[in-house]
T-cell receptor, first 111, second 117 residues
Framework: SQQGEEDPQALSIQEGENATMNCSYKTSINNLQWYRQNSGRGLVHLILIRSNEREKHSGRLRVTLDTSKKSSSLLITASRAADTASYFCATDPNTGNQFYFGTGTSLTVIP | GAGVSQTPSNKVTEKGKYVELRCDPISGHTALYWYRQSLGQGPEFLIYFQGTGAADDSGLPNDRFFAVRPEGSVSTLKIQRTERGDSAVYLC???????????????FGPGTRLTVL
């Protein structure tokens, strides 16, 4: 089953614009991670944010986490055509040893 | 260094047959994960190994699915009596291990695309 759900399902923007995608999840977590998947290829880890953190930056990526709302957002600034991919949030519930991915946001950056 | 590798990259089989999918994790990684991904969906957790033991196999859909990691490195996912609904991309990932008891960054292989006719 999917623990998380991303919103929107699909997003299309112009190169240079910012892209924001959101993730909601169901149960309490230890940490939340974001991954990128280019078409037909494996997943690549982007960033990890722990449950006691509220915001984290990595290059053009900014992630926020609101544990009270069970939600996270991923902001990609100054987008590039190479950012075109599907983005997934993934959570590590603190109730066991599973790891759950969301349904994904498909981002298209138009050159 | 070498990343996670999976073989075969593609597997076509007939309904009812047995298949084995192999995963070679990054050397030294104690944690290994199997996922299944259908078109347009996120990866679905199947099983997680810490060392040689399955720490959690709650994601395996039914008893036709089984995974082993006998020496704590290479893992094999085994599917008996395959069904058309088993068709998907099977992903393997590894990570150094539980960092402070929490899941850390996972490194994914390219996946095995399984097609059951």
């Amino acid at each position: 089953s999917q623990q998380g759900e991303e919103d929107p399902q699909a997003l299309s923007i112009q190169e240079g614009e910012n892209a924001t995608m959101n993730c909601s999840y169901k149960t309490s977590i230890n940490n939340l991670q974001w991954y990128r998947q280019n078409s037909g290829r494996g997943l690549v880890h982007l960033i990890l944010i722990r449950s006691n953190e509220r915001e984290k930056h990595s290059g053009r990526l900014r992630v926020t986490l609101d544990t009270s709302k069970k939600s996270s957002s991923l902001l990609i600034t100054a987008s590039r055509a190479a950012d075109t991919a599907s983005y997934f949030c993934a959570t590590d519930p603190n109730t066991g040893n599973q790891f759950y991915f969301g349904t994904g946001t498909s981002l298209t950056v138009i050159p | 260094g070498a990343g996670v590798s999976q073989t075969p990259s593609n597997k076509v089989t007939e309904k009812g047959k047995y298949v084995e999918l192999r995963c070679d994790p990054i050397s030294g990684h104690t944690a290994l994960y199997w996922y299944r991904q259908s078109l347009g969906q996120g990866p679905e957790f199947l099983i997680y190994f810490q060392g040689t033991g399955a720490a959690d196999d709650s994601g395996l859909p039914n008893d036709r699915f089984f995974a082993v990691r006998p020496e704590g490195s290479v893992s094999t996912l085994k599917i008996q009596r395959t069904e058309r609904g088993d068709s998907a991309v099977y992903l393997c990932a590894s990570s150094p291990g539980l960092a402070g008891g929490y899941f850390d960054e996972q490194f994914f292989g390219p996946g095995t695309r399984l097609t059951v006719l």
